[in-house]
């Protein structure tokens, strides 16, 4: 069973920037899309970013559209989601999870993902 986890949440002022991390083991995700979602108290999940199986297509909610960048290293099984020019609504936490249908570029339901990691918490202050 594949388990992916989160790191590389923090504090940061505005403006500053986090490289996030999400790392599979006992199994692979090299063969999977991978999305980053994020989550604010008493709210859903809402959609960041996806990268398809093989890097070669990438996709971005529009409130991070030029401020997140997305990448990934199948040698090392980990998807990189890096945030560029913090705001405070950035703050959330953060989860990465595979798509569940292989060899493909993903989508924005979170309903269409599996192997959920614990999150990793963004705090943004002003």
């Known amino acids: 069973q594949v388990q992916l986890v989160e790191s590389g949440g923090g504090l940061v002022q505005a403006g500053g920037s986090l490289r996030l991390r999400c790392t599979a083991s006992g199994g692979t995700v090299r063969r999977s899309a991978v999305g980053w979602f994020r989550q604010v108290p008493g709210k859903d999940r809402a959609f960041v970013a996806r990268?398809?199986?093989?890097?070669?297509?990438?996709y971005f909610a529009d409130s991070v559209k030029g401020r997140f960048t997305i990448s990934r290293d199948n040698a090392k099984n980990t998807v990189f989601l890096q945030m560029n020019r913090l705001q405070p609504e950035d703050t959330a936490v953060y989860f990465c999870a595979r798509y569940r249908t292989m060899f493909s570029s993903g989508s924005f339901y979170d309903g269409d993902y599996d192997n959920w990691g614990q999150g990793t918490q963004v705090t943004v202050s002003s």
């Open positions: 990268i398809s199986w093989s890097g070669d297509s990438t």
